[in-house]
């Protein structure tokens, strides 16, 4: 091959930096945190893939804020960086809590060899409850009563699962909060029991069994 047809393979390989944002060619190579590709992502519980939405987009400047049930539009990775700022420490704190969930990516990656985008999916899928209870009155007698839980539901409990166990994990320990995201996440990822999003999953679905 000539140098001047190699040149014009390049140029054709390359993206188009006067492109708009939207783009088809712009969303095909964008990177989340500029690293990680979520193009081929692969998820194996049918029923939670409609609710994990997964984009290069960390920061949506809450554009679906106002807007009933478009949570599930968000990127997955945006919703656990929403569930990590909902503690004493991290209110508010966007940034940190972003930088926090970019050193866990990375941290995954290095222990792993893994995308860590896979993983979190993996992880939110493991952690995700399938049963729960509720309580119903009768004649103002309240009774435990075993329900099935809805897939976005699913989702939003595992997300809290995680974000819980990072807490406990890293707060007034050594252990920093990126280190202590990652280990739930890679844990929760090959399902250990001794991971507190698996264990709180667990406790969930054994009390509503006992509760059929």
Do not use: C
Request: aromatic share 6%.
């Amino acid at each position: 091959m000539s140098e001047s047809e190699q040149d014009v393979d390049d140029e054709a390989e390359a993206p188009d930096p006067d492109a708009p944002a939207d783009s088809e060619q712009a969303a095909e190579n964008a990177l989340l945190f500029g690293e990680w590709d979520v193009s081929e992502i692969e998820y194996s519980d049918p029923s939670t893939r409609k609710y994990m939405n997964v984009t290069p987009i960390a920061h949506t400047q809450g554009r679906h804020a106002s807007k009933q049930f478009q949570k599930s539009e968000i990127s997955l990775v945006e919703r656990l960086i929403n569930r990590l700022m909902q503690t004493e420490e991290n209110t508010g704190k966007k940034q940190q809590a972003q930088r926090i969930v970019r050193d866990a990516f990375d941290t995954i990656h290095s222990r792993t060899e893994d995308n860590p985008v896979q993983v979190l999916v993996e992880a939110v899928e493991n952690a995700a409850p399938r049963e729960e209870t509720v309580r119903l009155k009768y004649g103002g007698i309240s009774v435990p009563k075993a329900v099935d839980v809805a897939p976005q539901r699913r989702v939003d409990q595992s997300l809290k699962f995680i974000a819980a166990g990072v807490q406990g994990a890293s707060y007034k320990t050594t252990t920093s909060a990126a280190d202590a995201l990652a280990d739930q996440l890679i844990g929760a990822a090959r399902y250990d029991v001794q991971t507190y999003s698996i264990s709180q999953k667990e406790e969930t679905e054994r009390v509503a069994a006992a509760a059929r």
